[in-house]
């Protein structure tokens, strides 16, 4: 078990700057989610962790070590890839043990250390399975024993669920949660999708252009982003954002957009005229009758059973709401948007940071 500190850390390519003077620290046993649109450097960085790319500038730490000169096989840490690479010719087995072998380990230790995580893993009964005699679960599962027997201070994983289907998908992401719930080793885990990053994080690293753009709780960065970059890749489907100016109106802040006046928080920090981004998100809008709210038209009803997700038009902006149970709105009706004026996300049109 060990901490990861990132401090001042650069990456180049030649003149092209990758990474950019980024810093954080990820605590013992912590689950840390880097994630971002692709290319952002969310890889890049992991693969510094690891060892598998030079540090430009900075320093990486593990346990409180610098490893920027440190090979790959000397720092401690255990990587599962997207690709999960086993040897054919070996069985589920004796590609677990693979890497102890390497390294000479007694042969009874590397019995016991593949027999504990095939137990953790549920793969006891594959052991003498060929990788192609498995499902793709099961063989990202011996990925994961392969890291498991190693024992290492830290977990890597890089985008490690995207070849498998959407339903095998979220049946792995409560597994590697719960695996990590029961070893608690520290874990820094890439991936492109903010919906694997909330559901897996104890923190989340959100990333953009190789630098950060903001770091939380799953929680914390949905019902506070700081910039609008945050507030549009967090949370599905994504929140609504419109542009407007902040209006005084009868002793209240209003922002004015697509032709209408939409309620804004009552401690909002803004000037008379101020364009502002306004953001709702698609369960913070309340469908009402076309005398309530801010009236929209409907153009898409999309029923799912336990939730209702409708697009509406007002003015030429469509938003997205995302309604509990069932409504009886029909295409081309006149609907109202009744918005709670606490859940509203405002945000500076100049720079897209967060308005007190
Ligand atoms: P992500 O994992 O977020 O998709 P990467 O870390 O893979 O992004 O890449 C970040 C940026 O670095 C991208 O713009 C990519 O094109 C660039 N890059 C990655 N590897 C190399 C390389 N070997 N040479 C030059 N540019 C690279």
Known sequence: MASVSFSNVQKSYGKTQIIERLGFEIADGEFVVLVGPSGCGKSTLLRMLAGLEDITGGEIRIDGRVV??????????????????????????????????LRNAEKSVTEQRVADAAKILNLDQLLGRYPRELSGGQRQRVAMGRAIVRDPKVFLFDEPLSNLDAKLRVAMRAEIKALHQRLKTTTVYVTHDQIEAMTMADRIVVMHDGAVEQIGTPLELYDRPDN???????????MNVLE???????????????????????GTAATEGQPVHYG???????LADAARGV??????????????????????????????????????????????SECVHLFDRQRGKRMA
């Open 68 to 101: 920027n000169e440190l090979e790959s096989k000397d720092r401690d840490i255990a990587m599962v890839f997207q690709s999960y690479a086993l040897y054919p010719h070996m069985t589920v087995g004796e590609n677990m043990g693979f890497s102890l072998r």
């Open 228 to 238: 609008l970059f945050v507030a549009q890749f967090i949370g599905s489907p994504a």
């Open 244 to 266: 407007g100016v902040a209006r005084r109106v009868e002793g209240r802040w209003r922002v004015e957009a697509q032709g209408a006046l939409w309620p804004a928080p009552a």
């Open 280 to 286: 709702v998100r698609p369960g913070d809008i309340t």
């Open 295 to 340: 009236p929209a038209r409907v153009i898409v009803v999309e029923p799912t059973g336990a939730e209702t997700e409708l697009l509406v038009e007002v003015g030429q902006a469509k938003l997205t709401l995302a309604v509990h149970g069932r409504v009886d709105a029909k295409p081309d009706q006149t609907v109202g948007l009744v918005i709670d």
